[in-house]
């Protein structure tokens, strides 16, 4: 066989769809496949299932044989393993049965050969938007063989109601039947709301994300439940999008991002696709394929379904009016002196030994020499002392927002930088409507111990493509000399460094340099 160079498309992520064929073209595998490719993954099918369906009825449903479910598996395995998974129509136990065994036998196998893993989001496809059942007539399928294999189930309020084996007729049953099914099925759910239609609220589209474990995420959003809402779009072109929910959630998994991105990101993508899209039997229409989305409004607002506190709404921190400039952080007074000296404007004091005898003296000089210089001094952590003190503004990581008291601290017209590793903590950040967001690690640091991966510039540039103009965006981690050019070009607003300059030996000096390659370099190379 020919030694074929890579070419661009082979560095596309491989996501498989495993589902049935829709005839008419809206949802399953052809749903799947459009998405994925729009999605910019290369798309993989394993047919489960012949349907013989339009807009408006399923006519026929023919399952493939074993055999032919069991070699697609096998033949991709071999030469296009998944970076993703999406399940959709399973048409009998049998298949279940089958899929399950081989998800448990066949792929970790591969996954310990190759050092990869492979998530698995599971659509529970049980009746199709003209109302037709998919799933065979008599007998109610067993989910229970996928126990422990699932990295994500979302049933919507229908499916949910038949897998824990009650009628939901308000929230909170709902919210406990995720929890449920989350428990007997060891996964993260997204219980889907969408087809409750205006029942529950005329005006949303509701989603309950019940989340168990979730890697390469911060705690504080694991072992949590949030209620995503978006608008609801008034439309019945709605044949479909189930199917493309989930495999926008494996394709945005497939590129690398968490669980929670990819569920924020798939919701927006849904939404864009119902707000564009068409008709084309007597039925319901299919859903738009509009790209990675970059509208904001389209992406749904989180709130915490959990007792205990939660983040406020509405109240507006200090805007900052220019830019916040080269941003040092640092952990000594003299590194802070000796950089106001060198003419930085926004500087930040953060010191993680809480015990330091002399920490609130530091603060409160820290701002005294902010003053002196006309900077802006940010406190990391330490919000009391900040306010105390009538700092600049206050640093705070998402779990240090729900210690703080955020009103006292935009009542006292203080400004507010917010910590964000995601997609999901950026919309939750912005949702406090902050001075500042910082997007981190971008590269890999040892400042700090993350539970994050680094971000990458590519995902630094998708944050950007959402956020800017918004909120002025910061980046950190790993930055230095070298690198600054290419964070330049993604387009965020500036840029916070600790190494780069806590380890050189004439920091002024280097604070100068540093400030003018990002003062200069170009935003398009
Ligand atoms: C500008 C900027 N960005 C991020 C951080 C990190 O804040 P946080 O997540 O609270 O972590 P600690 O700094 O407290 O360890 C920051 N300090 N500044
Ligand atoms: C505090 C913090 N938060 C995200 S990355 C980081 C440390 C960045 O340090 P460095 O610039 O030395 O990589
Ligand atoms: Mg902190």
Known sequence: MANLEPTSSALKPVVWSIAGSDSGGGAGIQADLATMNDLACHACTVITTLTAQSSVAVNLVEPVSDEMLLAQLDTLLQDLPPKAIKIGLLANQRQIDLLSRWLALDLPDHNKRNGTEVAVILDPVMIASCGDRLDGDDTRLDFTPFKGLLTLITPNALELGELVGQTLTDMSQYHQAAKDLSLSLDTNVLAKGGDKG???????????????????????????????????????????????????????????????????????????????????????????????????????????????????????????????????????????????????????????????????????????????????????????????????????????????????????????????????????????????????HIFPTTTKEMPSAPQGLMKLQHYVDLFKGHYPLVAIGGINASRIPKVKTTGVDDIAVVRALSESEQPGATYRALSSAWEQANVVE
């Not at 530091?362 to 002392?385: C, H, M, P, S, T």
């Not at 900040?386 to 009103?407: M, P």
């Open 198 to 440: 205006p029942a529950w609220r005329s005006d949303l589209a509701q989603d309950i994300f019940v989340c168990t474990r979730a890697a390469a995420c911060s705690e504080i959003h694991q072992q949590a439940s949030f209620l995503l809402s978006s608008q609801r779009i008034a439309s019945n072109n709605n044949h479909g999008t189930g199917c493309t929910l989930s495999s926008a959630i494996a394709s945005v998994m497939a590129s690398g991002f968490v669980l929670h991105d990819a569920i924020v990101v798939a919701k927006a993508y849904v939404s864009a696709g119902i707000k564009h899209s068409y008709r084309v039997g007597d039925g319901p229409g299919p859903l738009a394929r509009t790209g990675w989305p970059k509208e904001l409004s389209a992406f749904p607002k989180i709130s915490s379904l959990d007792d205990g506190p939660s983040l406020p709404r509405g109240i507006k921190f200090k805007a900052i009016d220019e830019r916040l400039g080269l941003y040092p952080v640092v952990s000594e007074l003299s590194l802070l002196e000796t950089l106001l000296r060198a003419g930085a404007k926004t500087i930040q004091l953060r010191i993680k030994d809480e015990n330091d005898p002399h920490l609130e003296d530091k603060i409160a000089q820290a701002i005294v020499l902010g003053r002196d210089y006309q900077a802006k001094v940010f406190i990391n952590d330490y919000w009391e002392l900040a306010l105390k003190h009538n700092a600049y503004g206050v640093h705070l990581g998402q779990e240090d927002l729900y210690d703080a008291d955020l009103k006292r601290i935009a009542d006292a017209q203080m400004a507010l930088g917010i910590s964000s590793h995601s997609y999901f903590e950026l919309l939750l950040a912005s949702q406090i409507t902050p001075s500042y967001i910082a997007l981190g």
